[in-house]
C-alpha cells in the first residue's frame, strides 16, 4: 500500500508539474522562433530583433509558468500571487528561472488560498475589494522579497552544481547515460519537469554563450518512440499493430510522445529499447557536435529541424541522433516482440497509461478499437456506466431528447454495464468504460464519449440515424409512457440539501460531504461514502460543462434507501481528475425514482447558460429554480 501511494503521489507531482508547462507551450515556440531566426548563428541574423531573445526566456516564460502554477492551486488570485513571487526569483538571478518559477507560483497560490480561507466569513460588508487587493499585494510582495533573498540563490546553487555535473559527464563522454532516467521519466509523466525545469534553464545558458545546446535534444528526440512504435508495425499482434503506424505518424510529425507509452506498458521491457535508443541518440549527438539553438516543443522531428543551428553539420549531427536511435529501438524492441510471448491488450495498456498520468489523456482515443458503420434499422441505443443510476442516465435523457427533436421513434436506454441486453444495437460509454462494454456485447456498435453533457459524439449519431429509423410510433409511445411511469419527483430535491459556496481541497473531499448529506438526510447507508469514492476511482463521475455527479457502485445499490439529491456550489471549483468542477449532485437511486429529475437536471446543466446562472445563485430557492424551469 505504501508503494502505491508513493507511486501515485510521483504521478500526481510530476502531472501538476506537466499542467504548470504545456499550457505556456506556445511562449516556448515563439521564444524557440526567435531564437533560431535572429540571434547571430540564426538563419536570418538581426541583431535589433535579437534583442527580444532574453527578455523572453528571463521574464516572460518565468512569469507565465508562475502565474500558472499559482491558478491551478487559486485560480486567478493565486496566480496573480505566485507571478509577484516568481518576480523574485527572476530578479535574484542571471540564469532563467523555470524551476524557481514551478515552486514560487504554486507556493504563491497556496498562501493566497490558505489566507482567504481564514478570512472567509469575517470580512464586514463593503471591505471585500479593499482585503482582496491588498492580501494579494502584501502577501505577494513578502514571497517576492524571500524569493529573492532565499529561493533564489538556492535554485543558483543547485543550477549550478547540475552544471559542473552535466560539463563533467560531456567531458567523461557520460551523457547517454541521461537516458537511462530520462525514458522511464516520460512513462511517469515527469518529462516536462526534466526538460522543462532542469534541462531547459542550462541549456538556455548554454546558448547563451555556445550559441547551442545539446541539453535540449536529449528528452526531445523522437526516435526512440519511433523505432518501439515501427517494431510494433512488423512484429506486432491485432490492434497493436494495426494502430501502430498512425501513432508512428502521430508522435514523430506531431511530436505526442505520450501515444507511445501503452505500446511500452503492454511490453514493459521494450522500455530497456526506448533506454538503449535514447543512449545510442544522444552519444551519436555528442559525437558529430548535435544540439540545437531554442527549445524544441513539442518533440518532433519539424520543431527539431527548426530549432537546429543553420548550417549543414548540425543538420547531419541531430538527423543522425534521431535516426540511430530509431535504429537501434527499433532493433531490440523487435528482438523482445520475436522471442517473448504477446498477451497484448492496447486498450487496457491506454487504461493504465491514462491512470498512471492522473487525468484523462488527450491521445487515448486512438487506440480505441476499430469498428465499421452505424447499424442499420436502429431500434435500441443504451447509455451504460457501472452502475447505471448517474451519468448514463443523463447521458441517455439529453440523448432522448435530440432523438425526439430529429423525430426518430428509436429507443433511448441506460443501465448497468453488467446489465446492457445482448439485443443492444449501439452502445454509449464513457471511454474509459467501453473495453468493459465491448466485452459484455461485442457485437453492439460502440461510441465512446469524454462529455456526457455536451458531447459532439450525439450529433454526429443523429445525423447518421435521421435516414434510417423502424421503431413503430406504438412502440415509441409505449418507451415513453414506461419511462414516465415513476414516482413523483416531489421531495428528491429539497432545499436543505443545498449548499452555496463551499471549498473543497480535492474531489475525494467534495464527494464525501455529498455522502455526508445522504446519509444525514435517510437517503442511504453510512458505507454507501465509500462506493461513491471506489465509483469515482473506477471512472471519474465529471460530466463535463463543471458538473460531477457522484454517485455509489452498482453493488452500492443495495445500501440505497430511499431516491435522494444534493446540490453543492463551489465557486472557486474542485479538480476532478485535471477538469475543474463547480457543481456537484449527490445522487442516490432507487427502483428509478430518480430519473425523471435527473433527466431535468441533465438537461439543465448542458448548457453553459445554466451552470453559469447556478453558479452565481444566491440561495437555494434560486438555484433550485434554475432546475425546475427545465
Not at 33 to 41: E, N
Not at 248 to 257: C, E, Q, R
Given at each position: 500500500m505504501a508503494q502505491s501511494n508513493i507511486k501515485v503521489a510521483v504521478q500526481k507531482f510530476g502531472n501538476f508539474l506537466s499542467s504548470m508547462v504545456m499550457p505556456n507551450i506556445g511562449a516556448f515556440i515563439a521564444w524557440g522562433?526567435?531564437?533560431?531566426?535572429?540571434?547571430?548563428?540564426g538563419f536570418f541574423s538581426n541583431e535589433s530583433l535579437a534583442k527580444l531573445v532574453?527578455?523572453?526566456?528571463?521574464?516572460?516564460?518565468p512569469l507565465l509558468i508562475g502565474y500558472t502554477g499559482g491558478k491551478l492551486v487559486h485560480d486567478q488570485r493565486g496566480g496573480v500571487v505566485g507571478a509577484i513571487a516568481t518576480m523574485g526569483v527572476i530578479v535574484g538571478s542571471d540564469i532563467p528561472m523555470f524551476l524557481g518559477a514551478m515552486i514560487m507560483g504554486p507556493l504563491g497560490g497556496y498562501i493566497i488560498k490558505k489566507f482567504d480561507q481564514f478570512i472567509e466569513g469575517k470580512v464586514k460588508?463593503?471591505?471585500?475589494?479593499?482585503i482582496n487587493n491588498f492580501s494579494a499585494g502584501i502577501l505577494g510582495g513578502i514571497l517576492a522579497i524571500l524569493a529573492f533573498l532565499g529561493v533564489s540563490p538556492a535554485v543558483d546553487g543547485f543550477t549550478g552544481a547540475l552544471v559542473v555535473g552535466v560539463d563533467w559527464m560531456v567531458a567523461h563522454g557520460l551523457l547517454p547515460l541521461t537516458s537511462i532516467l530520462i525514458e522511464p521519466a516520460k512513462i511517469l509523466f515527469l518529462n516536462n519537469a526534466i526538460n522543462h525545469g532542469i534541462l531547459s534553464p542550462i541549456g538556455a545558458e548554454q546558448i547563451r554563450t555556445n550559441g547551442q545546446s545539446i541539453l535540449l535534444l536529449l528528452e526531445t528526440n523522437p526516435g526512440p518512440g519511433l523505432g518501439i512504435l515501427l517494431a510494433y508495425c512488423f512484429f506486432g499482434k491485432g490492434t497493436a499493430k494495426q494502430s501502430a503506424p498512425g501513432a508512428?505518424?502521430?508522435?514523430?510529425?506531431?511530436?505526442?510522445?505520450e501515444i507511445y507509452f501503452p505500446y511500452v506498458l503492454m511490453r514493459p521491457l521494450l522500455i530497456i529499447a526506448a533506454i538503449l535508443g535514447g543512449m545510442s541518440g544522444v552519444f551519436t549527438f555528442v559525437l558529430l557536435g548535435g544540439g540545437l539553438q531554442a527549445v524544441a516543443s513539442p518533440g518532433s522531428i519539424l520543431a527539431i529541424l527548426a530549432a537546429t543551428p543553420g548550417n549543414?553539420?548540425?543538420y547531419v549531427a541531430n538527423i543522425s541522433g534521431v535516426l540511430v536511435a530509431a535504429i537501434v529501438s527499433f532493433i531490440v524492441g523487435s528482438l523482445i516482440l520475436k522471442t517473448g510471448k504477446q498477451t497484448e491488450d492496447l486498450d487496457e495498456a491506454a487504461r493504465k497509461m491514462q491512470e498512471m498520468k492522473g487525468k484523462k489523456s488527450s491521445v487515448a482515443g486512438s487506440f480505441t478499437k476499430q469498428q465499421g458503420e452505424v447499424p442499420a434499422s436502429v431500434q435500441k441505443i443504451v447509455f451504460a456506466c457501472d452502475a447505471g443510476m448517474g451519468s448514463s442516465a443523463m447521458g441517455a435523457s439529453l440523448l432522448r431528447k435530440k432523438v425526439k427533436q430529429a423525430d426518430l421513434n428509436i429507443s433511448v436506454t441506460n443501465t448497468a454495464i453488467s446489465n446492457i441486453p445482448s439485443d443492444a444495437q449501439i452502445v454509449i460509454t464513457q471511454e474509459e468504460l467501453t473495453p468493459r462494454a465491448q466485452n459484455k456485447v461485442p457485437d453492439a456498435y460502440h461510441i465512446s464519449v469524454d462529455n456526457f453533457l455536451s458531447s459532439p459524439e450525439y450529433d454526429k449519431l443523429i445525423d447518421q440515424l435521421k435516414n434510417d429509423h423502424t421503431t413503430s410510433k406504438a412502440e415509441e409511445e409505449k418507451r415513453v409512457s414506461t419511462e414516465n411511469n415513476t414516482d413523483s419527483n416531489d421531495g428528491l430535491l429539497k432545499e436543505e440539501n443545498v449548499f452555496l459556496n463551499q471549498h473543497f481541497s480535492s474531489k475525494e473531499e467534495a464527494i464525501r460531504f455529498a455522502g455526508s448529506v445522504l446519509v444525514k438526510g435517510g437517503y442511504v447507508e453510512e458505507n454507501y461514502v465509500e462506493a461513491m469514492i471506489e465509483r469515482d476511482n473506477m471512472t471519474s463521475t465529471y460530466m463535463g460543462n463543471d458538473v460531477a455527479i457522484p454517485h455509489g457502485t452498482e453493488e452500492a445499490k443495495k445500501n440505497v434507501l430511499r431516491s435522494g439529491f444534493t446540490v453543492i456550489q463551489v465557486p472557486e471549483g474542485v479538480d476532478f481528475d485535471g477538469e475543474k468542477v463547480r457543481l456537484i449532485f449527490g445522487?442516490?437511486?432507487k427502483d428509478g425514482t430518480h430519473l425523471e429529475i435527473l433527466s431535468g437536471i441533465a438537461i439543465t446543466c448542458s448548457d453553459m447558460d445554466n451552470i453559469e446562472k447556478m453558479v452565481h445563485a444566491k440561495s437555494a430557492k434560486e438555484l433550485m429554480a434554475i432546475i425546475q424551469s427545465n
Open positions: 522562433l526567435i531564437t533560431a531566426l535572429f540571434i547571430p548563428t532574453d527578455p523572453m526566456v528571463k521574464y516572460l516564460l460588508t463593503g471591505f471585500e475589494m479593499l508512428a505518424i502521430i508522435h514523430f510529425i506531431g511530436g505526442i510522445h549543414a553539420g548540425s445522487i442516490a437511486g
